[in-house]
């Protein structure tokens, strides 16, 4: 085991957690996919680096090796009501306030899954689900995070370079290990009460688009809106120009500052 994992070991909570570390994978979502219906709930799969990362609505996720924490976590929820958007708002928060703390910057979040610093993402969530089609319990979850821990020795590609960022200055193998297990440690916290939301105000009052121009992504259209609230439910209220409003729900629409 190398240091970076050892030192993630000393300083998480949870004993039932167990932790696999690649030094590549494709992807840590696709690797974790095919071993999870034989693993238990906890089980990370953490890579150095990923060759095929994957993002949101089929994109790709930039994952240069020694830069960023790529990381999946197995989650097998036994409740037929379990909401995955309550499960990628969880991570949202306990990654901002995990960058928060170390690096004394303020970390915002853009609904749903995108954590900012400086305006620029540092991090990115994807929460992937096989549902039992008898039960409707999932067979398990997939919570994959992807955090610019420090900057790539080569920069960011040219398509992400004026929207990426990074959480901390200097490359430090210690900053890393403890962001990363700051961010287990505030996820399973809010995970294993879930339905209690206890991050629901910190995601409220973290969120970077309230009160903003907005431009609504949805089926193949894009339209102007402004950003009103986010609801109990984490869905985002929005009023287009013609003065209708609209909650829109995670899995559907992208957005952007307008
Ligand atoms: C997004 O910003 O659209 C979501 C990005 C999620 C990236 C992480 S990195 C670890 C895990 N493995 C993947 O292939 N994707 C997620």
Redesign the pocket.
């Known amino acids: 085991m190398n240091n970076y994992i050892k030192n993630i070991y000393k300083s998480i909570n949870f004993p039932f957690i167990d932790i696999e570390y690649h030094t590549f994978l494709p992807?840590?979502?696709?690797y974790l996919k095919e071993i999870a219906n034989n693993r238990k709930e906890g089980l990370i799969i953490i890579a150095d680096g990923?060759t095929a990362?994957?993002?949101?609505f089929n994109?790709t996720?930039f994952?240069p090796d020694n830069s960023g924490i790529?990381?999946?976590i197995l989650l097998k929820p036994k409740n037929k009501g379990f909401n995955s958007t309550f499960i990628t708002t969880a991570a949202a928060v306990a990654v901002a306030k995990a960058c928060e703390e170390l690096s004394g910057k303020e970390a915002q979040i853009k609904w749903v899954?995108?954590v900012l610093i400086n305006n620029k993402k540092v991090c990115?969530?994807?929460t992937e689900g096989c549902i039992n089609p008898k039960s409707g319990i999932p067979e398990y979850v997939i919570l994959?995070?992807?955090i610019n821990a420090f900057t790539p020795k080569n920069g960011f590609d040219a398509e992400i370079k004026d929207i990426a960022g990074s959480v901390f200055c200097e490359n430090s193998l210690s900053l890393k290990s403890m962001l990363t297990a700051k961010v287990i440690n505030y996820f399973f916290e809010y995970y294993l009460n879930l339905e209690e939301k206890r991050f629901l105000t910190e995601y409220k009052n973290k969120s970077v688009i309230t009160g903003k121009d907005v431009l609504v992504y949805k089926n193949n259209s894009v339209v102007s809106a402004k950003a009103i609230s986010i609801d109990d439910e984490f869905r985002l209220l929005v009023e287009y120009e013609n003065g209708s409003r609209e909650f829109l729900s995670s899995g559907e629409v992208s957005i952007k500052l307008a």
Do not use: C, E, H, V
């Open positions: 992807s840590t979502n696709s990923q990362g994957k993002g949101r994109r996720f994952s790529y990381m999946s899954n995108d990115g969530i994807l994959g995070i992807g």
